[in-house]
């Protein structure tokens, strides 16, 4: 799998400890925002929602690992665009209740509030139960089938109520979108040269 992790600026101290957690687990991982608080430039929430937006609509990372301060904001934020199913994390409960109800590619975590002992332990055991089941495969098992026609049925409704990836690219701020993809090495590590024709790479084409 690959998973991308994206800190933005109010948790970027808690990036090693994510990176941490995640490290050893066979997984390929992209490294791709903020690593030190008060670094500049800075990414915030609304940076980093859109970013993770564009790292799954390009189909250049599975899974989207992000969060703030309390968890919400990224939450929102990447949950304005299409394609797009977050979760709010906050326990390993949580990781393993919302891969097998939910099936989904994204996780915003609380990385300030009540974030002190042992919580990169915590990351860590959220990490071991979010890939220890099967993602979408209904919990409980009498509920599986209702769970996974749900699932299909948010997909569904979030594909008739949002815009094309590309054409939300070209109503946003211009400054928002120049902010996110021009963060040191963001388009390297969205793999930009590669990327096969599409109009969403298109849309981007302008701040290579």
């Given at each position: 799998?690959?998973?991308?992790?994206?800190s933005?600026t109010?948790?970027?101290?808690?990036?090693?400890?994510?990176m941490?957690?995640?490290?050893?687990?066979?997984?390929?991982?992209i490294n791709?925002?903020?690593?030190?608080?008060g670094?500049?430039p800075?990414?915030?929430?609304i940076?980093?929602?859109?970013?993770?937006?564009?790292?799954l609509n390009?189909h250049?990372?599975?899974f989207?690992v992000?969060g703030?301060?309390?968890?919400q904001g990224?939450?929102?934020?990447?949950?304005?665009?299409p394609?797009?199913?977050c979760?709010?994390?906050l326990?390993?409960?949580?990781?393993?209740?919302?891969?097998?109800?939910?099936?989904?590619?994204?996780?915003?975590l609380?990385?300030?509030?009540?974030?002190?002992?042992?919580?990169?332990?915590n990351?860590?055991m959220?990490?071991?139960?979010?890939f220890s089941?099967?993602?979408?495969?209904?919990?409980?098992p009498?509920?599986?089938?209702?769970?996974q026609n749900?699932?299909?049925?948010?997909?569904?409704?979030s594909?008739?109520?949002h815009?094309?990836?590309?054409?939300i690219?070209?109503?946003?701020?211009?400054?928002i979108?120049e902010?996110a993809?021009?963060y040191?090495?963001?388009?390297d590590?969205?793999?930009?040269d590669?990327?096969?024709?599409?109009?969403?790479?298109?849309a981007?084409?302008?701040w290579?």
């Amino acid at each position: 799998m690959k998973i991308v992790i994206l800190s933005e600026t109010s948790a970027a101290d808690r990036n090693a400890d994510i990176m941490a957690a995640l490290e050893g687990r066979g997984h390929t991982l992209i490294n791709a925002g903020m690593k030190q608080n008060g670094a500049k430039p800075e990414l915030t929430y609304i940076h980093t929602g859109l970013l993770g937006a564009l790292f799954l609509n390009l189909h250049v990372a599975d899974f989207v690992v992000g969060g703030c301060g309390t968890g919400q904001g990224f939450l929102n934020s990447v949950l304005q665009y299409p394609g797009v199913a977050c979760g709010h994390v906050l326990t390993p409960l949580d990781a393993w209740l919302f891969t097998q109800i939910n099936g989904g590619n994204c996780i915003s975590l609380m990385l300030n509030q009540a974030y002190g002992w042992a919580s990169n332990v915590n990351l860590k055991m959220i990490f071991d139960a979010l890939f220890s089941v099967e993602s979408g495969i209904g919990y409980p098992p009498h509920r599986k089938e209702s769970q996974q026609n749900s699932r299909k049925v948010l997909t569904a409704v979030s594909e008739s109520t949002h815009l094309a990836m590309h054409e939300i690219i070209q109503k946003l701020p211009e400054q928002i979108v120049e902010e996110a993809l021009t963060y040191p090495g963001m388009l390297d590590a969205l793999g930009f040269d590669q990327l096969p024709p599409s109009a969403l790479k298109e849309a981007i084409q302008k701040w290579r």
